[in-house]
């Protein structure tokens, strides 16, 4: 057998394939007397079948087994002896071989990893944040609450922004109903745009049971296409008005917040001490997010189409399924690859990377490490400790946790690799509260 491999491009190789017929043939034989030994057919007793029938009923089916055994061995004899690192599986397909008809010839089309070779970082910055807690970013929360909590009362005047409205509306396009113009005993709070901005701002003003017709110019980027950048006419009838009453805040309000006692500074330390862990996440959420860019722009390689192929293939597969859970028709969303493709290549080129990163360093996550990162995630619920019992019931729930440690690693490596700049932020910028 000879072979030799030929370089089509950055990852893509080939290879051609020879093998002596005899040799096929020779094992061809030698599988047909086995099989004859224990193969039963009509009128033969078990091992009494002539090795001719043998031959003409299973000799196409042995032939090709040995076929595909021999190019099998002979690709994994290539790839040992070139040192390819091969992605995926090899593609066969036969060929002429005019010059030696006594020999059976094929070509194997394949991939290979990348070589991944980390250059120098110390040429590049990252920025990391650095925040402290204020008392008014305290105070701001605790608002928020209170607004999550906000309650309504009927109002008997005029509708100003931040209350919330009951009403009936019929838009129409030129003159016509369309898809969605009509809503019957629908809610909306005033101000908060949950619909487009110029018909909830028709709104202020009017009382409980008058009617109004407007119009409304809908953006040009609006998601529905038919009326994107359209003037619709709206028949609006107001059927109630109720204004906001959020909750005092006191011991009844702590307690809705777990405080058992109603201690007020005890939840505003449970306030303070969340916003910290939400700190802490978010600082490193973005650490992460630059150090992975780090090395993606340092290490430039391709990623295996195979495996591109396979990634997006999962991310289609895992929207759809996350449609359907929803209650949506993933058909209806017209899902294609090349809305995957990107993030997929992305996602294999960073994995490659951070693979060679592991093996070279020894990045490894301790026991110590992935029960920090356990104990972490715990924090934020009731009962912290029967979280952490629920992490280790599983070995799935116990990777997941130890491939956290594994990124806070290499993030950490990279830290140290390049030029580490801090930035005084705001909660607010941190956090990116407009």
Not at 323 to 334: E, I, L, N, S, V
Not at 349 to 358: F, P, Q, S, T, Y
Request: charged content about 30%; some cysteine.
């Amino acid at each position: 057998m000879q072979s030799n491999v030929e370089n089509l491009g950055a990852l893509e190789r080939r290879i051609d394939i020879s093998i002596p017929q005899d040799q096929i043939q020779e094992e061809v034989d030698k599988r047909l007397k086995q099989l004859a030994k224990k193969v039963k057919m009509h009128g033969f007793r078990p091992g009494k079948v002539p090795l001719k029938l043998v031959s003409q009923r299973y000799g196409a089916e042995v032939q090709q087994e040995v076929l595909g055994d021999a190019l099998s061995k002979k690709f994994s004899e290539v790839v040992k002896e070139h040192n390819l690192q091969v992605a995926g599986y090899p593609r066969y397909e036969t060929k002429q071989n005019n010059d030696n008809p006594a020999q059976y010839a094929f070509t194997a089309r394949f991939e290979v990893y990348p070589e991944i070779v980390v250059g120098d970082l110390s040429q590049l910055s990252i920025e990391k944040p650095v925040t402290q807690l204020a008392a008014e970013d305290v105070d701001k929360t605790i608002e928020m609450i209170r607004k999550q909590h906000v309650q309504y009362q009927t109002a008997d005047r005029a509708v100003i922004e931040g209350d919330r409205v009951k009403l009936d509306f019929n838009g129409k396009l030129g003159g016509k109903d369309f898809e969605g113009g009509k809503g019957e005993d629908i809610y909306l709070v005033v101000g908060e745009e949950n619909f487009i901005k110029d018909f909830e701002a028709a709104l202020i003003g009017m009382q409980a049971d008058e009617e109004k017709t407007f119009d409304v110019v809908f953006p040009e980027d609006y998601h529905g296409k038919e009326i994107a950048g359209q003037t619709i006419i709206f028949d609006v009838k107001l059927k109630s008005v109720e204004l906001p009453v959020l909750p005092e805040i006191n011991e009844d309000f702590a307690k809705q917040l777990g405080i058992q006692n109603g201690n007020l500074e005890k939840m505003r330390d449970d306030i303070r001490h969340d916003l910290e862990r939400e700190v802490s996440k978010r600082i490193n959420a973005k650490l992460k997010d630059q150090a992975m860019q780090c090395l993606m722009d340092a290490v430039p390689i391709d990623a295996p189409n195979v495996l591109v192929a396979q990634e997006t293939a999962r991310l289609m597969e895992n929207t759809r399924k996350n449609f359907t859970a929803r209650g949506m028709r993933a058909d209806d969303m017209k899902l294609t690859p090349d809305m995957f493709k990107n993030k997929a290549e992305h996602r294999i080129k960073l994995g490659l990377i951070l693979a060679e990163l592991l093996k070279i360093h020894q990045l490894k996550a301790t026991p110590e490490q992935v029960r920090k990162v356990i104990e972490e995630n715990a924090q934020g619920y009731e009962n912290p400790e029967e979280i952490v019992k629920w992490h280790y019931a599983s070995k799935e729930r116990l990777q997941d946790a130890e491939s956290i440690a594994l990124e806070a690693n290499v993030v950490q490596w990279v830290l140290q690799q390049v030029n580490v700049v801090e930035k005084q932020m705001t909660f607010d910028e941190l956090m990116e509260i407009a």
